[in-house]
């Protein structure tokens, strides 16, 4: 019979990941089921998805090693195998913006 559950290797990279992923906007990237690479910023924080996006109840992971995100740019939920993770990586910039904060400028001046 096949089999097409993944588990992830790390316990620790899958709960690592959904922290991130749930403290606000996270950029990343993985490899998706096709073989190519896709980039996204994404997050799971309700309070950062729009309301009409947002989950109406609770469903578990049907698939162990699988994450959930909403994808910012697509304005959907997406998924992935946390062991095809390639990098994720919080954005400060857009976590400030939708939190109503300000980032200060890197000084780049060279005098």
Same mark, same amino acid.
């Given at each position: 019979? &096949?089999?097409?559950v993944?588990?992830?290797? /790390?316990?620790?990279?899958?709960?690592?990941?959904? @922290?991130?992923?749930?403290?606000? $906007?996270? /950029?990343?990237? &993985?490899?998706?089921?096709?073989?190519?690479? @896709?980039?996204?910023?994404?997050?799971?924080?309700l309070?950062?998805? +729009?309301a $009409?996006?947002?989950?109406?109840?609770? =469903?578990? /992971?049907? =698939?162990?090693?699988?994450? /959930?995100y909403?994808d &910012?740019?697509?304005?959907a939920?997406?998924? $992935? &195998?946390?062991?095809?993770?390639?990098?994720?990586?919080?954005? +400060?910039?857009?976590?400030?913006?939708?939190?109503?904060?300000s980032?200060? +400028?890197?000084?780049?001046?060279e005098?």
């Amino acid at each position: 019979m &096949y089999n097409d559950v993944k588990t992830p290797k /790390n316990l620790m990279d899958i709960i690592e990941i959904r @922290r991130m992923l749930a403290e606000g $906007f996270c /950029n990343l990237q &993985y490899v998706k089921k096709d073989g190519t690479t @896709r980039a996204a910023t994404g997050t799971t924080c309700l309070e950062l998805i +729009p309301a $009409f996006h947002r989950p109406k109840g609770v =469903r578990p /992971n049907e =698939r162990e090693g699988l994450v /959930n995100y909403f994808d &910012y740019s697509k304005l959907a939920w997406r998924c $992935f &195998y946390a062991d095809d993770l390639i990098s994720i990586e919080e954005n +400060p910039v857009l976590n400030a913006f939708a939190r109503g904060g300000s980032v200060e +400028p890197e000084n780049t001046d060279e005098r």
